[in-house]
């Protein structure tokens, strides 16, 4: 018995085939802005490590924890959207890292080339979530909402960065 085609089922799979695909796209966004902040993380604590300031240390690691937050709600959206988290970092984020350490490598104690390597790592961390927003436009409200706030999030550890930059 020969199986009829009809154009109904046809246009179901290729609904079905193009949500697996909006799917796949967003988690590989979600995943991409996990390891962002996974990076994030290596570079503050690679910064705790460079200073003996007690200060300094409290704001690093409480910009840390920032990131781990922001890893932990991005995890339940991957895994919302039937996607694997990642753990790794970005291979650009790893090349600002060499960066970074070549920058605080001269003075490893001094406060203002810390946080300046810091505010180096959150510009491309704002550029990041800014390309994410704009080149996705097309996700889901609630996906674009939830991206937007982690940017803004993030973007009061980088305020407070250069305000703390500007009394140095």
């Known amino acids: 018995m020969k199986k009829e085609i009809h154009i109904q089922d046809i246009a179901f799979h290729n609904g079905v085939r193009s949500a697996i695909d909006k799917n796949k796209r967003i988690t590989d966004v979600l ?3 996990i390891e962002i902040n996974n ?3 290596k570079g503050y604590f690679h910064a705790l490590i460079e200073t003996d300031d007690s200060y300094l240390k409290v704001l690093l690691n409480s910009m840390a924890f920032t990131s781990q937050i922001i890893i932990s709600d991005l995890s339940c959206e991957v895994l919302k959207y039937g996607g694997k988290p990642t753990e790794s970092a970005t291979i650009s984020c790893k090349a600002s890292r060499v960066r970074m350490d070549f920058k605080t490598a001269p003075t490893p104690k001094n406060r203002k080339s810390i946080l300046t390597s810091c505010q180096f790592r959150e510009d491309i961390v704002q550029q ?3 390309k994410v927003i704009k080149n ?3 996700f889901p409200l609630s996906i674009m909402q939830f991206i937007i706030a982690q940017k803004e999030n993030l973007r009061k550890d980088y305020n ?3 305000m703390i930059l500007e009394f140095i």
Do not use: A, M, P
């Open 128 to 130: 990041s979530y800014l």
């Open 136 to 138: 996705n436009s097309d």
């Open 160 to 162: 407070c960065l250069i």
């Open 31 to 33: 995943n991409f802005l």
């Open 39 to 41: 990076d994030r993380i």
